[in-house]
């Protein structure tokens, strides 16, 4: 299941993203791909070690924690820091699959879902397109706003084009979630969003109540919670 969201960011916590990437220091993006993924990483990321990017990651984690589509969509068990991307001048990353486990020992999630939010204006670069691939050989490509999320299952292969023009900014969470498998989550979602069609047509009706029971019993079943 893939879900883009728009406006996960708000015009001004653009602005202040925006201001915070002209001066923040960048690392080769290399340094935090695994062994083969490394190959195939040709980007820039901003050092996790810096100022700007503790001012960044707090605004972008408190955006996605907010969004209440995203948070119904994916059911967030954790969330590592973003990172933030930068490619530009040709830069580009190849197709692999992300680490499934992510962080520290002690520390550490399951990566279930990615998510890329956009941070540059569409119109200001060439390529950059997020392309992930389908069982079959399918591949759907996308380009979108900036401060729109695009939220898709870790566990598929999938690359970043080119950027032949300008400069392509992103910042990239992963999530674990309640629900591990993905083919639960796409289920709960299509009932979360039946519940929320029904409601807006007949209110609080039997046929409302009978959906939210069905919802909730499933993600009573399937949910994975600690503490
Ligand atoms: O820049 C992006 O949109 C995706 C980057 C990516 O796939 C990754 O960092 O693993
Ligand atoms: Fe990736």
């Not at 991307?85 to 020992?105: C, F, I, K, W």
């Not at 069609?197 to 039997?206: A, M, N, T, W, Y």
Request: proline fraction near 4%; charged fraction near 20%.
């Amino acid at each position: 299941m893939i879900v883009c969201v728009p406006d996960v960011l708000t015009a001004q916590e653009l602005v202040a993203i925006r201001a915070e990437l002209q001066s923040a220091p960048y690392v080769d993006g290399s340094a935090t791909a695994g062994w083969s993924a490394r190959t195939v990483k040709k980007n820039q990321q901003i050092d996790t070690g810096s100022a700007n990017y503790a001012r960044i990651a707090d605004i972008v984690r408190a955006a996605f924690q907010r969004n209440a589509l995203l948070q119904a969509a994916l059911l967030p068990a954790a969330n590592t820091q973003p990172l933030f991307n930068r490619y530009t001048g040709g830069m580009e990353y190849g197709a692999h699959v992300d680490a499934p486990v992510m962080g520290s020992l002690g520390n550490a999630i399951r990566t279930d879902i990615a998510i890329t939010v956009f941070l540059s204006d569409p119109r200001s670069y060439d390529g950059g397109e997020l392309v992930t691939h389908a069982n079959g050989g399918m591949e759907y490509a996308f380009k979108l706003d900036a401060g729109a999320a695009i939220a898709y299952p870790a566990n598929t292969l999938h690359h970043v084009n080119p950027v032949t023009r300008g400069v392509r900014d992103a910042a990239i969470i992963w999530v674990q979630s309640m629900v591990r498998d993905a083919a639960r989550r796409e289920l709960l979602w299509d009932l979360e969003s039946a519940k929320r069609d029904i409601f807006g047509r007949e209110g609080k009706s039997q046929t409302f109540d009978a959906v939210s029971r069905s919802h909730a019993n499933l993600l009573r079943m399937w949910a994975e919670v600690t503490g």
